[in-house]
């Protein structure tokens, strides 16, 4: 009992009140030189990215860039009255060069090829379909990542449901499943677990997250089934009934031959992550090489490779493919672009947050599993996966485990890096901006008619929803 009542008080204290322990620590001498106000922009474009679509949303639809670029300003000044303008620049352009532009390179080129497949069949939206939609894009997802899996099964998951009114719920769980969850088996299927196998942890050594996720995935299903059921006997009950006519006798893809371009992608992707420890990619110190932008700011050659690769993919999967399944696929550029203005903005300002991160990290005080696991997906459902990860990654390895899995940040031991691993990938799902597939799959479902929650609205399903199976995973994987 007193263990358990540790465990509860150690998620309030990390879940709901991190902010707290962060300013603590950023009050040692260490800290001292990230101030916490240069936090202040970021939590400005979050607060308008969650409340703006409800207050204003058609102005907040025609001047989302201008907002952005307000808060990148207001971030960047104060930033370089304090750290010069050279620290500014090198700051900013690293984010961009190496974090944002592979980032929204890689979503664009998934867009690209999975608009140019689509599914045409006599299947309808019914609770057992969409149960069996979900598991394969979930299982899906460590093949060819999140954001693949999502735009892949995103646009038959709403076509089969255009006949249904009640159907928000489902694109609810797709993200839940499909735009998280999914990934965990495989370097694949998010970049946290590709960053940690840069680092030394085994190719392989993720799929001994297989039971978290079959467990987890049992849990929800089974609730979603139920949701489901109850919403499809209502619009049944409301005479509306899918356009079928022979139902269950006809299932074709067309666009098939886009494979080999997500096939492409994949490739690229898996290079950019094996390349820059090869000899032939490094200098004489060791550092990967690249084209020198400013300051300490390199584009890696395994980056441009993975650009081209992917650039390549999306070219000529548009040269190949007929336009009508674009058409019938209602393909627009809206989401990609809503997308990229966004997620600009947020990596541009979530910098100052992600320093004091780094510098207060090893000061918290987390050393179990199932604080790692909450502290990193707690942080993860708000700034980047990525770099929360190897913050607590780096963490685990410092604190002197002669038994575990050997990277190159030191010995962490099993059930540690399983907790790092499971809190980054699945806790993603608790808020649209989580991760990058929530947003996308959100803004096609608003382009197709479904009525989606707003920013709070969905984190109020993902707490009814999410938060207690998390609670369970601690109590069954990480005590």
């Not at 050594?205 to 039971?211: A, D, E, G, I, R």
């Not at 808020?431 to 707003?454: C, H, Q, R, W």
Request: net charge neutral.
């Amino acid at each position: 009992m007193k263990k358990l009542l540790t465990v509860i008080c150690t998620f309030l204290t990390v879940f709901l009140a991190c902010p707290v322990g962060v300013w603590a620590a950023g009050n040692s001498e260490k800290t001292a030189a990230v101030p916490l106000w240069l936090c202040i922009p970021f939590a400005g474009l979050l607060l308008c990215v969650a409340v703006m679509p409800l207050v204003k949303g058609e102005w907040w639809e025609s001047h989302q860039p201008i907002v952005v670029a307000f808060w990148i300003i207001l971030m960047i000044i104060p930033f370089a009255v304090v750290y010069g303008a050279g620290k500014t620049a090198e700051t900013v352009l690293e984010c961009v060069i190496n974090d944002y532009l592979t980032f929204i390179i890689l979503l664009f080129g998934l867009f690209c090829v999975s608009g140019n497949i689509t599914v045409e069949g006599d299947f309808a939206g019914s609770p057992r379909v969409n149960v069996g939609l979900l598991a394969l894009g979930t299982l899906l997802s460590s093949c060819i990542g999140t954001t693949g899996a999502s735009m892949l099964m995103v646009r038959p998951v709403i076509k089969m449901n255009s006949w249904r009114k009640r159907k928000g719920h489902i694109m609810i769980f797709f993200i839940f499943m499909v735009s998280n969850m999914g990934g965990c088996l495989t370097p694949i299927g998010d970049p946290p677990l590709l960053m940690g196998f840069m680092r030394g942890v085994p190719f392989f050594w993720s799929l001994h997250l297989f039971p978290v996720l079959i467990f987890n995935m049992v849990i929800l299903l089974f609730v979603f089934y139920h949701l489901d059921m109850r919403s499809y006997k209502r619009d049944i009950a409301d005479g509306r009934k899918p356009d079928i006519s022979k139902p269950g006798t006809e299932f074709k893809i067309e666009g098939l031959h886009n494979i080999i371009f997500l096939v492409m992608i994949v490739v690229g992707v898996i290079l950019s992550g094996m390349l820059p420890g090869m000899p032939a990619f490094q200098d004489a110190a060791g550092n990967v090489k690249g084209i020198h932008i400013f300051g300490e700011v390199t584009l890696s050659y395994p980056s441009i490779i993975e650009i081209i690769l992917i650039l390549a993919a999306a070219f000529l999967s548009f040269k190949t493919t007929d336009k009508k399944i674009r058409v019938r696929n209602h393909f627009t550029w809206g989401a990609i672009q809503e997308v990229a203005v966004l997620f600009i903005g947020i990596f541009i300002t979530m910098q100052p947050a992600l320093m004091l991160l780094k510098a207060v990290g090893p000061n918290l005080g987390i050393t179990e599993p199932y604080q790692m696991f909450w502290a990193t997906g707690a942080l993860s459902s708000f700034l980047d996966n990525t770099p929360t990860y190897l913050v607590f990654l780096t963490t685990a390895g410092t604190l002197g485990f002669t038994n575990g899995i050997a990277t190159t940040l030191g010995t962490v031991p099993v059930k540690l890096l399983s907790a790092i691993s499971c809190g980054a990938v699945f806790m993603g799902a608790n808020t649209y901006i989580g991760n990058a597939p929530n947003f996308m799959v959100k803004t096609l479902s608003d382009e197709n008619g479904i009525n989606m929650p707003s920013f709070f609205g969905y984190m109020g399903w993902s707490i009814c929803f999410l938060v207690p199976v998390f609670i369970i995973d601690m109590l069954v994987f990480f005590l």
